[in-house]
């Protein structure tokens, strides 16, 4: 037997000893689910690749089949169970909670806070840039990156541009923290507590990137959406714009904060509906327990095993609220309905890495929308042009809503 035939024989055996150990000897082996998906990543590649970020249906489709708890794929467990959301995504009081690092791979901001895997780096990363906040195809070479995708220059023209500013305050060419009122987030981390080897250049790039991302996506979204059934349905335009009279009433010679803001019941309702509406991060979020089982009534979940929940189950939920994809702000207002609505209410996520912008989400929601729609004569008012709800409703999962593939987004008049 030659070298070309033992290295045939070591392949089949290869995978003949994939097949045998992912189908009797993996510790999740026993969980319900598709045997083929218990096999292969084909099956999710072919949703999410081919078909463009429509996994997230068949997940749906295999709960319907299979219960609340499902294998979706050689190493992953996915649960739909709203009670157990807590569970998964929780505080650093309860339990280390890793990212699983498969799921990073997509991103090209390795070193970013967002992609960091292990738990107590995450913690560390995030301590630094905490402060601040409180006041697959990008990995390839540019080149190529460019050619498969002409859009993608604009992304690597404006990480150039980070990475300049970067080395300008790293060598002191940047003082602007000596004269602002407040530092960047680079000025943050530089002079955090962090190690040396936590402020190179190519880590502090991959955190402003992702920031940038995160923030312009997620938050654009929300104020698309929420701006387009505003004008969709009239009778809610108009009772928010009732409901802003007297904190706008000193517009423009004056705006409220968003402390006072928040204080207007009906705008924190739009808001709060444009939040659950709009999703957020749309994709499953995997967390893993990397030292301690867990227990999902009788399925004991092994160490180290990702499980993911997903934030449409949650914010969609029908039994939670009625008529999930209907915009309803009101039933945000009843006192009594609170408790409910927000035990679900998880459009920033939980746990040690729910979204550390989410204040500054918050406040950007609730200017905007007021300056949009404020009631006064001052601003230009909008009436729709050409747009309809499957403009802004989500049909593909890629990490944020996408619409419909023509989509051309929410087109305005100004009238």
Not at 182 to 209: D, V, W, Y
Not at 273 to 286: F, I, K, P, V
Not at 392 to 406: G, I, N, S, W
Request: with cysteine; proline share 7%; hydrophobic share 40%.
């Amino acid at each position: 037997m030659n070298i070309y035939q033992l290295g045939f024989v070591a392949f089949v055996l290869y995978i003949i000893g994939g097949v045998i150990y992912r189908l009797y000897l993996s510790p999740i082996a026993k969980f319900p689910g598709p045997k083929l998906n218990a096999l292969t990543f084909w099956v999710e590649i072919y949703y999410d690749v081919i078909k463009k970020g429509q996994y997230f249906h068949e997940v749906d489709k295999l709960h319907q089949k299979y219960g609340p708890i499902v294998r979706i794929n050689p190493h992953e467990l996915h649960i739909k169970d709203r009670d157990f959301y807590n569970d998964i995504y929780v505080g650093a009081n309860v339990r280390k909670s890793d990212k699983w690092n498969l799921a990073t791979k997509g991103f090209p901001t390795s070193g970013a806070g967002f992609s960091t895997v292990p738990h107590d780096l995450h913690r560390l990363r995030r301590g630094a840039i905490n402060p601040y906040f409180s006041n697959l195809i990008m990995a390839l070479p540019k080149r190529v990156a460019v050619f498969l995708n002409p859009q993608m220059i604009r992304s690597l023209k404006n990480q150039e541009r980070i990475d300049k500013q970067i080395e300008d305050i790293v060598s002191g060419n940047n003082d602007y923290d000596k004269t602002a009122s407040h530092r960047t987030i680079f000025h943050e981390i530089l002079h955090s507590f962090l190690p040396a080897s936590e402020k190179s250049i190519t880590r502090l790039g991959h955190e402003a990137q992702s920031v940038i991302g995160a923030a312009i996506v997620t938050t654009s979204g929300v104020l698309s959406l929420t701006s387009f059934y505003l004008l969709w349905n009239p009778d809610k335009l108009e009772n928010l714009r009732d409901s802003l009279k007297g904190v706008m009433a000193d517009y423009p010679h004056s705006h409220p904060t968003w402390a006072q803001l928040e204080q207007v019941p009906y705008l924190a309702a739009v808001v709060n509906e444009g939040l659950r509406m709009a999703y957020g991060a749309c994709s499953r979020l995997q967390r893993i327990a990397p030292d301690t089982a867990i227990q999902y009534h009788q399925w004991t979940i092994p160490a180290g095993i990702p499980v993911s929940m997903t934030s449409i189950d949650m914010l969609d939920d029908p039994k939670i609220y009625p008529s999930p994809r209907t915009f309803i702000p009101e039933r945000w207002l009843s006192p009594k309905n609170q408790p409910n609505l927000q035990k679900n209410f998880i459009p920033f996520g939980k746990g040690t890495r729910s979204c550390v912008g989410i204040h500054v989400a918050q406040a950007e929601l609730y200017l905007t929308l007021s300056t949009l729609f404020n009631p006064n004569n001052n601003v230009p008012k909008m009436q729709l042009f050409e747009t309809d709800p499957s403009d802004v409703e989500m049909e593909f999962d890629l990490l944020a809503p996408a619409p419909k593939r023509d989509s051309l987004g929410v087109r305005v008049l100004i009238v």
